[in-house]
């Protein structure tokens, strides 16, 4: 059975879109060029994988855009291998449907700049052969992308010990409260190499 549970640890994409009804569902892309649909929201998809995972999202979304000094598209790390980057992903028809979907950093090859009748600006390609395109223009979604691997690299740290040293001295720690903070600008910076560097 193609269910969400069962693809946990090889998502590459939740995508929203109208169902036959015109409700709201969700397409899931996976690492493996497989896609499959749930008649769930791409809301409730997210939440049911941090459920799998044990994860509190609204504690990811606080410590992760407080460590990269945003508010606005926070990446959610739910573990180091699906790093879930929030984008819009589709043409909206009510004002309550939601454009938003997401993007495991893990599964990125590379984004172009495409645009169609629709008002998309970009294309992602995936892993596994697959592409979705995105209303953001390219900048837009590797500055995002960008700052996922910035969280990624800050989970990996405080997980399993190990990332980028000099990003690790950087970090705000538990229970330090002089720790020095990176600057913002500076973790897009070393961002944009991580993610340049990933892709080669």
Request: net charge positive; charged share 25%.
């Amino acid at each position: 059975m193609m269910n969400v549970e069962n693809y946990r640890e090889r998502i590459a994409a939740l995508v929203p879109f109208y169902d036959e009804e015109g409700g709201n569902a969700t397409r899931i892309h996976t690492l493996d060029g497989v896609t499959f649909t749930d008649r769930r929201t791409t809301r409730w998809i997210i939440r049911k994988l941090a459920r799998i995972f044990a994860v509190d999202l609204e504690a990811l979304r606080h410590n992760y855009g407080q460590y990269l000094g945003i508010s606005q598209g926070v990446p959610l790390p739910i573990n180091k291998d699906l790093v879930m980057v929030p984008l819009k992903l589709r043409r909206i028809i009510g004002k309550n449907d939601g454009a938003g979907g997401y993007v495991n950093i893990c599964a990125v090859q590379k984004v172009e700049e495409y645009t169609d009748l629709d008002g998309f600006k970009s294309r992602i390609h995936l892993v596994g052969g697959q592409f979705i395109s995105c209303i953001f223009n390219p900048k837009t979604v590797e500055r995002r992308l960008c700052s996922g691997e910035i969280a990624r690299e800050r989970y990996i740290g405080n997980h399993e010990g190990v990332g980028i040293p000099f990003m690790n001295s950087f970090a705000v720690r538990e229970g330090e409260g002089n720790a020095e903070e990176m600057p913002p600008e500076l973790l897009i910076a070393i961002g944009k190499l991580l993610w340049k560097s990933l892709k080669r």
